[in-house]
């Protein structure tokens, strides 16, 4: 079945730790994002990416960091300069990169500082 | 910036109908609506293009006004399964999706 896969589901990171977050698509999609979303905050940008190899920063991107190498993978790294990670990290996608077509959602990773 | 959204929380009786607001700063050329439960990731409920359509399917419809920059969920004869986190999503016009803060929707029987 295609979807959208993140893994792990949850991660821990220890103060000073860069830790990456896995996102994989197999439906073809152009269009790839990253969202943080904190309680009551609802879904805030961080990264997106509408084609490979070219990608664009949202309104959270400080201490963040992404790659677009391969159209099925979106990678996101928390470096250590996100002094407040915690988070439920979603990834997405949609087919041609055109806002007027939804998006398909990851289930989430869960990031806890250790 | 985020679109606005509301009420924060609705609590409802099965059977009620709700209506959850979006409002935008900046012209709109699509509104996405989406459900989340606790959790879990956000499901796909429908898209609003710029024209002031509006779309739905069975009890939950939406509406789309350009010139005020908003948009309005509606469910009607609400269900238990209607309960979660509603979040409009906006687009101005440079391809990225903005969300709002959610809306907490609690159905009781």
């Known amino acids: 079945d295609g979807g959208i896969t993140q893994s792990p589901k949850y991660l821990f990171r220890k103060e000073g730790q860069n830790v990456t977050l896995s996102c994989e698509q197999n439906l073809n999609h152009d269009a790839m994002y990253w969202y943080r979303q904190d309680p009551g905050q609802g879904l805030r940008l961080i990264y997106y990416s509408q084609i490979v190899n070219d990608f664009q920063k949202g309104d959270i991107a400080e201490g963040y960091s992404v790659s677009r190498e391969k159209k099925e993978s979106f990678p996101l790294t928390v470096t250590s300069a996100q002094k407040n990670p915690t988070a439920f990290y979603l990834c997405a996608s949609s087919p041609g990169g055109q806002v007027n077509e939804k998006l398909f959602f990851g289930s989430g990773t869960q990031l806890s500082v250790l | 910036q985020q679109p606005v959204q509301s009420p924060q929380a609705v609590i409802l009786r099965e059977g009620e109908d709700a209506v959850i607001n979006c409002s935008s700063s900046?012209?709109?050329?699509?509104v996405h609506w989406y459900r989340q439960k606790h959790g879990e990731a956000p499901v796909f409920l429908m898209i609003l293009l710029k024209g002031g359509e509006q779309k739905g399917h069975d009890k939950i419809s939406a509406s789309f006004n350009e010139k005020k920059q908003q948009s309005s969920l509606y469910l009607t004869a609400s269900q238990l399964s209607y309960s979660g986190t509603y979040f409009c999503?906006?687009?101005?016009?440079?391809?990225?999706?903005?969300f709002g803060k959610g809306t907490r929707l609690h159905i009781l029987p």
């Open positions: 900046k012209a709109l050329y699509s």
């Open positions: 999503g906006t687009e101005w016009g440079d391809d990225k999706i903005i």
